[in-house]
T-cell receptor, first 113, second 109 residues
Framework: NAGVMQNPRHLVRRRGQEARLRCSPM?????VYWYRQLPEEGLKFMVY????????ESGMPKERFSAEFPKEGPSILRIQQVVRGDSAAYFC???????????FGPGTRLTVT | EDQVTQSPEALRLQEGESSSLNCSYT??????LFWYRQDPGKGPEFLFT???AGEEKEKERLKATLTKKESFLHITAPKPEDSATYLC??????????FGDGTTLTVKP
């Protein structure tokens, strides 16, 4: 019973580079959520996806950020041309269906230098 | 827009000193209220789901209750290992969950 897996756990990027964060949901879960958490702050919703569909991306910045959850493989959160303000912990969560409890991964800590 | 407010922001207790954490919410069409625990450097861990006013759930020293406008997480005789940040979230018709900023609990031996 593997939990939600995220990789890498730590990612260092220079300003202007691209960051790719991966999330494999729990077995049997088809709903994936991405959150951002700044130090000493709460979780901020970014995007909600089902297989091959973006259900709600209202929390994701319009520029530089994109997310996908393909039919095969992990969900990917992509940040293009990273800036220092993108430095944060990014958490992925999965659930078996919408409006259910979510199971979180260990997070990816992105540092932009 | 769905809103979740947790209080207090931080709570310091002596071991054995019972207390409650509050989660007030405004949501159109509550489909579920969730409590999570988050330890430093880790992802949140699911604790409870409450679906309707009057419902209660218990797990060890924790008990969660729900009214039409708020939820409480009661901690009875806490131990140092209960120290963590406790997060409340609401799920509404849109499918996503909206999280509060959490209450950081410190239990001193």
């Amino acid at each position: 019973n593997a939990g939600v897996m995220q990789n890498p756990r730590h990612l260092v990027r220079r300003r202007g580079q691209e960051a790719r964060l991966r999330c494999s949901p729990m077995k049997g879960h088809s709903h994936v959520y991405w959150y951002r958490q700044l130090p000493e702050e709460g979780l901020k919703f970014m995007v909600y996806l089902q297989k091959e569909n973006i259900i709600d991306e209202s929390g994701m910045p319009k520029e530089r950020f994109s997310a996908e959850f393909p039919k095969e493989g992990p969900s990917i959160l992509r940040i293009q041309q990273v800036v220092r303000g993108d430095s944060a912990a990014y958490f992925c969560a999965s659930s078996p269906e919408g409006i259910r409890e979510q199971y979180f991964g260990p997070g990816t800590r992105l540092t932009v230098t | 827009e769905d809103q979740v407010t947790q209080s207090p922001e931080a709570l310091r207790l002596q071991e054995g000193e019972s207390s409650s954490l509050n989660c007030s919410y405004t949501v159109s069409g509550l489909r579920g209220l969730f409590w999570y625990r988050q330890d430093p450097g880790k992802g949140p861990e699911f604790l409870f789901t409450l679906y309707s006013a009057g419902e209660e759930k218990e797990k060890e020293r924790l008990k969660a209750t729900l009214t039409k406008k708020e939820s409480f997480l009661h901690i009875t005789a806490p131990k140092p290992e209960d120290s963590a940040t406790y997060l409340c979230a609401v799920g509404a018709n849109a499918g996503k969950s909206t999280f509060g900023d959490g209450t950081t609990l410190t239990v001193k031996p």
